[in-house]
């Protein structure tokens, strides 16, 4: 896999689901271990090589985000039984 430095901060993302594979707290303060740092990106992404690749969103970033469920979707995850 090829890198080059992002224009924006990316963390590690486990496929289907949101969060990081890292943490605030053994990212030196950094929320998600958010980077723009290639080598910290290259040694991520040898851990996690599965990883999808996570950014940033909302007026901190200016990338604005829709997403759609399905009723399907949230009736097996955010509303159990509805």
């Avoid at 896999?1 to 496929?15: I, Y």
């Avoid at 969060?19 to 030196?28: L, M, N, P, R, V």
């Avoid at 990106?41 to 970033?61: C, E, F, H, M, Y």
């Amino acid at each position: 896999m090829r890198f080059r430095a992002p224009t924006r901060e990316v963390f590690p993302a486990p496929r289907g689901v949101k969060k990081s594979h890292k943490s605030e707290k053994y990212s030196g303060g950094r929320k998600w271990g958010m980077t723009r740092d290639l080598s910290q990106i290259r040694r991520d992404w040898k851990q996690w090589p599965d990883a999808n690749v996570g950014v940033r969103t909302g007026s901190l970033s200016s990338i604005f985000v829709v997403e759609a469920d399905t009723m399907e979707d949230t009736a097996s995850t955010a509303w159990p039984g509805w």
